[in-house]
């Protein structure tokens, strides 16, 4: 197991307006999943390139365990690259793809067989090790460069958009499978991906980047509760956006007063954010209570297992997600009442994004 650590690592292209990597300062805990998630051209890729030693940085350091990898090639350094496209050797076999790297070793034919073997039963292909790769599905290649990227045992194991070449159901598959075998292996794992789900499911920690920069690093569950910004909230769906002045847990808003215990601003201009699927429909037939506001249904759609709502309330929409049955009560153009639970309203500098 390695931690990595990334400390002011930037990485400029020549003829470029700005740094591909700006800065980055960042820790990956030793045997962990961490994603690095965002947008195409953020710099994801170029960041785990720079790890894997196939790019030099403009400046900063990269450390494993806290020893400086940057003089290091990138064949000695114990980061091995997963591409997103596998890159099989199509005129060999799955056994000798998966054994290339040790047989390039001069290890011998006994040491290559048997961790053959054991890379192809980790990855659920025993017994395939004399077919071709044309011979294999789309998922079972994936599997096999999975294996041959682990069978030299690397330090750190960085994939690269791993699942964008598969269909809905192997994807599915193929993140079980990874997360069991880095379960089963602790080698500390970095993917890129532009999936926020994927990283959601997929890792411990998620690093989110947006032009190079840095927005937040964090467990996925924070980054639903209490993102770091209005563009990180916006990232992770919530669309949830109304601005006020806070004051003693309290959000004024053009809607109305807010409780609002949960907060990073203490008192001033802030923005009140709650995420779709946290906001609750109320009977309507009285005044609004504490925490609720009254609107109208611009559209809804009905998704099997719930229901999407657009609400209109003053000059403001907000996107509402609940149980599949609210789709037969409430109708396009009916009135409705929203409550704002205090505990799910997370406030934010207007500033962040």
């Not at 916006?234 to 006020?244: M, S, V, Y």
């Not at 906001?279 to 209570?289: L, N």
């Not at 609210?326 to 994004?353: N, Q, T």
Request: with cysteine; net charge positive.
């Amino acid at each position: 197991m390695t931690a990595v650590t990334l400390s002011g690592l930037t990485k400029s292209y020549p003829g470029a307006t700005r740094p591909a990597v700006d800065r980055l300062d960042l820790a990956l805990t030793s045997g962990k999943i961490h994603a690095l998630l965002g947008p195409s051209g953020c710099g994801k890729t170029s960041t785990l390139k720079l790890i894997a030693g196939l790019l030099r940085p403009t400046s900063g350091d990269i450390r494993f365990d806290g020893t400086s990898v940057l003089a290091v090639p990138a064949e000695r350094r114990g980061a091995v690259l997963m591409f997103q496209n596998h890159l099989l050797f199509p005129y060999m076999s799955v056994g000798e793809n998966v054994g290339y790297a040790l047989k390039v070793r001069h290890e011998s034919r006994a040491v290559i067989a048997s961790r053959v073997d054991e890379m192809l039963e980790l990855v659920k292909l025993p017994g395939l090790a004399n077919r071709r790769p044309r011979e294999l599905s789309g998922g079972q290649q994936q599997r096999v460069a999975l294996a041959r990227a682990l069978i030299v045992r690397p330090r750190v194991l960085l994939l690269d958009e791993p699942l964008s070449n598969l269909d809905a159901d192997l994807r599915d598959d193929m993140r079980a499978l990874i997360r069991a075998v880095q379960a089963q292996l602790a080698v500390t794992t970095v993917f890129v991906t532009h999936d926020q789900q994927e990283a959601v499911v997929m890792a411990d920690t998620i690093a989110l980047m947006s032009g190079g920069v840095l927005l937040q690093t964090a467990a996925p569950d924070v980054f639903y509760d209490s993102p770091a910004s209005v563009e990180v909230a916006r990232f992770f769906g919530n669309t949830n956006l109304l601005p006020g002045t806070c004051a003693d847990g309290r959000i004024a808003t053009p809607l109305g007063t807010f409780r609002a215990p949960r907060s990073t601003v203490t008192t001033g201009p802030a923005v009140l954010t709650i995420r779709p699927e946290s906001i609750k429909f109320s009977a309507t037939g009285q005044p609004p209570g504490a925490n609720e506001l009254g609107g109208q249904v611009l559209s809804h759609i009905y998704a099997g297992t719930h229901a999407r709502y657009r609400i209109a309330a003053g000059d403001f929409h907000f996107d509402v997600i609940t149980d599949a049955e609210a789709a037969r009560i409430y109708r396009d153009g009916d009135p409705v009442r929203l409550r704002f639970p205090p505990e799910k309203i997370w406030l934010l500098p207007p500033h962040s994004g």
